[in-house]
């Protein structure tokens, strides 16, 4: 039998978050210096290209290493840029000290507003205790940063929701029968996303574990729960401590190709994968596509990367979930012009750091398949057509 990724005719989905999060776009402020974008893109806190001072906006995204972060990192440069602000974006490659020296650095530029999304969500909560003592703002970007009040809000995609689509699509199809194969992938565990994006994913998944069509192939710790509904976050770390792939495409690749070595020949065959975001989708995909006795197999991903983006065009991945980054860079800068003009940003919610709970702002998001990659990411200007191949 030919292998090929089951994508059925699930029709487009849209998954709605718990508010609509349309970023106001570029924003205008009185306050505006006029010293332009002063964007970079350097990895560690020596860069001087800045050394003039007079940043109003720091950014720093973790890693310059996943296509993700290079997508927000563009919106940042777009929005902030036209609007005039001086900014700065910084990476920390994989490293909390590097992102902690990235903090200072931009403290010492004079930023007013801090938009930060962690490298590792417990250990950032130094760096934004600095950047408060200095009297900063902090907006912690798409990853909550825990066990502090120095986190004044929170912009994200609606993260449960991304999780819980990603399951229901695992749901709506996967082959028929019961005892179907299920390998759970997740997150880094130093992420609380890795987390919220389980969480959303066992909602669904569970009552299908617990009534016999679905058979959990890797996990002991998962199938010693899986009569259980919700997880505490102590249990959801021992899964994670199984499953995770630290966000890492080659832990991805030699946890995917251990776990297949561990099982017997009744968890092969036709089989599901959540993979909880593109760049380990694609690793662990490539993995199942090479093992003989896995005939298909349907697999998950999140963030609609253009790698990914051209494996579902070519049938080699599912589906991903388009978390658009322009939305979110605008509503975080719109957040930060409230903040430059003394005045409260809009939130729609409040998520619980393990210190206080921080006001918050979510974006909806949008499951992708082979049937609406066009109209979700090409019609609306994401992507070029002409950066694929297959596209009809
Ligand atoms: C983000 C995902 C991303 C992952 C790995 C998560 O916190 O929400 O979009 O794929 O980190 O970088």
């Known amino acids: 039998m030919k292998k090929k990724v089951l994508s059925f005719l699930l029709a487009a989905t849209m998954v709605m978050g718990l508010a609509t999060g349309c970023g106001s776009g570029a924003p205008a402020s009185g306050d505006a210096k006029d010293s332009g974008n002063d964007t970079t893109t350097a990895e560690a806190s020596n860069d001087d290209s800045s050394a003039s001072g007079d940043i109003q906006v720091g950014i720093v995204l973790p890693t310059k290493d996943e296509p993700r972060w290079l997508q927000d990192q563009k919106q940042f440069e777009t929005i902030l840029g036209d609007a005039g602000f001086t900014n700065q974006v910084l990476f920390s490659q994989g490293s909390s000290a590097t992102e902690k020296t990235n903090v200072e650095t931009l403290i010492s530029k004079g930023i007013k507003v801090l938009i930060i999304c962690a490298q590792d969500g417990a250990a950032a909560s130094a760096a934004v205790e600095e950047a408060k003592d200095a009297g900063v703002k902090v907006i912690a970007y798409d990853r909550l940063i825990t066990g502090t009040d120095a986190v004044d809000y929170y912009v994200t995609f609606d993260s449960f929701a991304v999780g819980a689509a990603q399951g229901q699509y695992l749901i709506d199809n996967a082959p028929s029968g019961s005892d179907i194969p299920l390998y759970l992938f997740a997150g880094a565990a130093t992420d609380n996303n890795a ?52 966000w890492d495409f080659n832990v991805a690749k030699s946890k995917a190709e251990a776990h297949l070595t561990a099982v017997g020949s009744d968890m092969k065959g036709d089989v599901l994968v959540l993979a909880p975001n593109d760049g380990t989708a694609r690793s662990i995909a490539d993995v199942f596509a090479s093992d003989k006795d896995v005939s298909s197999y349907v697999i998950t991903g999140q963030d609609s990367e253009k790698a990914s983006v051209q494996y579902i065009i070519d049938g080699k991945q599912s589906m991903t979930v388009f978390k658009d980054t322009r939305t979110l860079a605008a509503d975080s800068v719109a957040m930060a012009v409230d903040i430059l003009d003394d005045k409260e940003p809009a939130t729609d919610s409040t998520y619980n750091n393990e210190k206080i709970d921080v006001p918050a702002k979510q974006t909806a998001i949008v499951v992708v398949t082979k049937d609406n990659v066009k109209d979700a990411l090409i019609d609306s200007g994401y992507y070029e057509a002409s950066e694929f191949t297959g596209l009809e």
Do not use: M
Not at 215 to 243: C, F, M, P
């Open 195 to 246: 987390f919220i994006f389980f969480e959303g994913a066992w909602s669904v998944l569970q009552p299908k574990v617990a009534d016999g069509t679905f058979k959990i192939a890797n996990s002991s710790e998962a199938e010693a729960l899986q009569d259980k509904a919700e997880l505490s976050r102590e249990e959801i770390g021992k899964i994670i401590g199984q499953v995770t792939t630290d």
